[in-house]
């Protein structure tokens, strides 16, 4: 199973990226997906999950009216939109996938099996 993170850069204050993580050996449909981001120094923290593919994402407060999670399950594909970018924002970004997570558990980093290797934003003012 691989998990692969892409779409990070360095860019300024209010600017946007997209994020997109492609998966081989496992099928995000059967999956609940999630982001997860750690900034230098701190405990890899929650960011947004779609959980067992119901495309009802639900967000951290940070990411809530900036961040968008989708899913192009024909591709794979998990990507997070990210509008009005602030430097709290700078971090490296993880995907995550699970098959057997339960709801309560969404936001917890330990209850996913796969991992990306993540990929680095960071937002200057």
């Known amino acids: 199973v691989q998990l692969q993170a892409s779409g990070g850069g360095a860019v300024r204050t209010g600017d946007s990226l997209q994020l997109s993580c492609v998966a081989s050996?496992?099928?995000?449909?059967?999956?609940?997906v999630a982001w997860f981001r750690q900034a230098p120094g701190k405990e890899r923290e929650f960011v947004a999950v779609?959980?067992?593919?119901?495309?009802?994402?639900v967000y951290a407060d940070s990411g809530k009216g900036r961040f968008t999670f989708s899913r192009d399950n024909a591709r794979n594909t998990v990507y997070l939109q990210m509008n009005r970018l602030e430097p709290e924002d700078t971090a490296v970004y993880y995907c995550?996938?699970?098959?057997?997570?339960?709801?309560?558990?969404?936001?917890?980093?330990?209850?996913?099996?796969?991992w990306g290797q993540g990929t680095q934003v960071t937002v200057s003012s």
């Open positions: 995550a996938a699970s098959s057997t997570i339960i709801l309560s558990s969404i936001r917890n980093k330990s209850a996913y099996s796969y």
């Open positions: 050996g496992i099928a995000f449909r059967r999956n609940t």
């Open positions: 779609d959980f067992r593919n119901t495309n009802r994402p």
